[in-house]
């Protein structure tokens, strides 16, 4: 969205449960290269925090018109006023509606809003439930703000936090910031649109409200972690080689002996891999997931497939997160096996497949780092150690199966990261987590071990 990159954004955030999304908005603003200052209403603190929203804008948040931390030489809020080139309110309350419609300076939104030069875009995204948004007094203040020169965005059809449905819901912050962009287009003479609306903007289709809260924690937990680590996290010029999703072995050209794994877990690692600056090679064995953008995808079948594949590749850091079959059909059928022709008893002879770990491990180069997997019963868990550090491990990742919130199937995962360090291992200990959490506590490992490395080396492809 080139139309933001430059630009000055004033987000205002006021006391609604959609304040949730304000740190995916402003994760998107930056993202399309504008500035940002925040300011939120007395109310919207019982929401989201502050602190995530400074953090992610990059600028303390005002949140109190006598706040220390924005004077700067008085009237602080005729300076960020002027400083702006457009100002969006989202989620805009019915109260700060009321405010912004009259012309009341109650919070430090409003009175930003009434400080804009005429020419600045006032952008307002309202949310709140059906009965409020329906009530003739809220849209007598629309209808006064659009006479002022207001664009309001109106809210959309879905649930709602009180259970209910109805129209109340602030668009998704994709659809927010599309629509700003639009704004600051048409401001700017790029396009001719007086009456913009939002069915202008193509919205993404809309999640539950249990799955959008989900979304927006995760990424404004991602995104915190990752700015208040600065560059240390980084895997800049790091080749990152990940195995992921079961193997299938064939029995015959129809039939295979395969597992429940989904493949969430590894390419969680490629993403957040990608996302740290490396180059990510995903070896994966076959899974419904969506090819995550930017990472050289590698897809396989059987446990033979993936060890040929691994081996092409030169890698700083390896991850085997794939569930590879332990054994294959020592001659599997090219044809398709008739019942007929078996009868009743049907033994069938299995070999081991190649060990992609242990092939790892030899080819493991100095200050490369190895990361194994282990899926053990809560138990026998510390049984995976040993077994990973055998075949050059330096980290393992031990799992239950049958721990809750773990396992190959779900979203979340369980993990024990197990570092050998000075010979000795060190557990590490997580909560339940989504498996992109999962894969960032990980990688915090593996870029601590890549930096306490004495020897390390770059990729070479
Ligand atoms: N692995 C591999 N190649 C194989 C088997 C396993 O690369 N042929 C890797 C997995 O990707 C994982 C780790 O080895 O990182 C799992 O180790 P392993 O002990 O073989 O796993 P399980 O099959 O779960 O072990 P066990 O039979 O002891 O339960």
């Given at each position: 969205?080139?139309?933001?990159?430059?630009?000055?954004?004033?987000?205002?955030?006021?006391?609604?449960?959609?304040?949730?999304?304000?740190?995916?908005?402003?994760?998107?603003?930056?993202?399309?290269?504008?500035?940002?200052?925040?300011?939120?209403?007395?109310?919207?603190?019982?929401?989201?925090?502050?602190?995530?929203?400074?953090?992610?804008?990059?600028?303390?948040?005002?949140?109190?018109?006598?706040?220390?931390?924005?004077?700067?030489?008085?009237?602080?809020?005729?300076?960020?006023a002027?400083?702006?080139?457009?100002?969006?309110?989202?989620?805009?309350?019915?109260?700060?509606?009321a405010?912004?419609?009259?012309?009341?300076?109650?919070?430090?939104?409003?009175?930003?809003?009434?400080?804009?030069?005429?020419?600045?875009?006032?952008?307002?995204?309202?949310?709140?439930?059906?009965?409020?948004?329906?009530?003739?007094?809220?849209?007598?203040?629309?209808?006064?703000?659009?006479?002022?020169?207001?664009?309001?965005?109106?809210?959309?059809?879905?649930?709602?936090a009180?259970?209910?449905?109805?129209?109340?819901r602030?668009?998704?912050?994709?659809?927010?910031?599309?629509?700003?962009?639009?704004?600051?287009?048409?401001?700017?003479?790029?396009?001719?649109?007086?009456?913009?609306?939002?069915?202008?903007?193509?919205?993404?289709?809309?999640?539950?409200?249990?799955?959008?809260?989900?979304?927006?924690?995760?990424?404004?937990?991602?995104?915190?972690?990752?700015?208040?680590?600065?560059t240390?996290?980084?895997?800049?010029?790091?080749?990152?080689?990940?195995?992921?999703?079961?193997?299938?072995?064939?029995?015959?050209?129809?039939?295979?002996?395969?597992?429940?794994?989904?493949?969430?877990?590894?390419?969680?690692?490629?993403?957040?891999?990608?996302?740290?600056?490396a180059?990510?090679?995903l070896?994966?064995?076959?899974?419904?997931?969506?090819?995550?953008?930017?990472?050289?995808?590698?897809?396989?079948?059987?446990?033979?497939?993936?060890?040929?594949?691994?081996?092409?590749?030169?890698?700083?850091?390896?991850?085997?997160?794939?569930?590879?079959?332990?054994?294959?059909?020592a001659?599997?059928?090219?044809?398709?096996?008739?019942?007929?022709?078996?009868?009743?008893?049907?033994?069938?002879?299995?070999?081991?497949?190649?060990?992609?770990?242990?092939?790892?491990?030899?080819?493991?180069?100095?200050?490369?780092?190895?990361?194994?997997?282990?899926?053990?019963?809560?138990?026998?868990?510390?049984?995976?150690?040993?077994?990973?550090?055998?075949?050059?491990?330096?980290?393992?990742?031990?799992?239950?199966?049958?721990?809750?919130?773990?396992?190959?199937?779900?979203?979340?995962?369980?993990?024990?990261?197990v570092?050998?360090?000075?010979?000795?291992?060190?557990?590490?200990?997580?909560?339940?987590?989504?498996?992109?959490?999962?894969?960032?506590?990980?990688?915090?490992?593996?870029?601590?071990?890549l930096?306490?490395?004495?020897?390390?080396?770059?990729?070479?492809?």
């Amino acid at each position: 969205m080139e139309e933001l990159a430059g630009k000055r954004i004033l987000l205002g955030v006021c006391g609604s449960i959609a304040a949730y999304k304000a740190p995916l908005v402003v994760r998107l603003l930056r993202q399309a290269g504008a500035e940002l200052r925040v300011a939120m209403t007395p109310s919207a603190r019982h929401f989201v925090s502050p602190l995530v929203l400074g953090n992610l804008a990059g600028e303390p948040v005002a949140d109190d018109m006598f706040d220390e931390r924005v004077q700067h030489g008085g009237s602080w809020h005729i300076h960020w006023a002027q400083w702006a080139d457009a100002m969006l309110v989202a989620p805009c309350s019915a109260h700060t509606l009321a405010s912004l419609a009259h012309g009341a300076c109650d919070s430090v939104v409003a009175c930003l809003a009434l400080a804009l030069p005429p020419a600045t875009p006032l952008v307002v995204a309202p949310a709140m439930d059906t009965t409020m948004w329906e009530h003739p007094a809220t849209a007598r203040n629309v209808e006064q703000l659009r006479r002022d020169g207001a664009i309001v965005i109106e809210p959309e059809e879905g649930e709602l936090a009180s259970g209910l449905w109805g129209t109340g819901r602030m668009p998704e912050p994709e659809t927010l910031v599309r629509h700003l962009a639009l704004v600051l287009a048409e401001r700017s003479g790029h396009r001719r649109s007086p009456h913009l609306r939002v069915e202008d903007v193509t919205a993404r289709p809309t999640r539950s409200l249990g799955d959008a809260v989900e979304h927006d924690r995760l990424t404004a937990e991602i995104e915190l972690s990752t700015l208040k680590a600065g560059t240390a996290t980084r895997l800049d010029g790091k080749t990152v080689l990940v195995t992921a999703g079961p193997t299938r072995e064939a029995l015959d050209a129809v039939r295979f002996i395969s597992n429940r794994s989904s493949g969430k877990m590894g390419y969680a690692l490629a993403e957040a891999a990608r996302d740290r600056g490396a180059r990510v090679v995903l070896v994966s064995g076959p899974v419904v997931l969506p090819v995550p953008d930017g990472v050289e995808l590698v897809r396989v079948e059987s446990a033979q497939q993936m060890s040929e594949a691994v081996a092409r590749y030169r890698w700083d850091v390896a991850i085997a997160a794939a569930a590879v079959a332990d054994y294959m059909p020592a001659e599997p059928y090219s044809g398709k096996l008739k019942r007929r022709q078996l009868g009743e008893r049907l033994a069938i002879e299995l070999v081991r497949t190649p060990d992609v770990l242990a092939q790892l491990g030899s080819a493991k180069r100095p200050g490369a780092v190895l990361v194994g997997f282990a899926l053990e019963s809560s138990e026998q868990l510390d049984s995976g150690i040993e077994k990973l550090r055998q075949r050059g491990c330096d980290i393992a990742v031990l799992n239950a199966f049958d721990a809750p919130d773990s396992g190959f199937e779900g979203d979340t995962n369980t993990i024990v990261v197990v570092t050998f360090e000075g010979g000795q291992p060190h557990r590490h200990s997580y909560p339940p987590s989504p498996k992109r959490v999962c894969a960032e506590y990980i990688l915090d490992r593996v870029v601590a071990l890549l930096s306490s490395s004495r020897d390390p080396e770059t990729s070479s492809g």
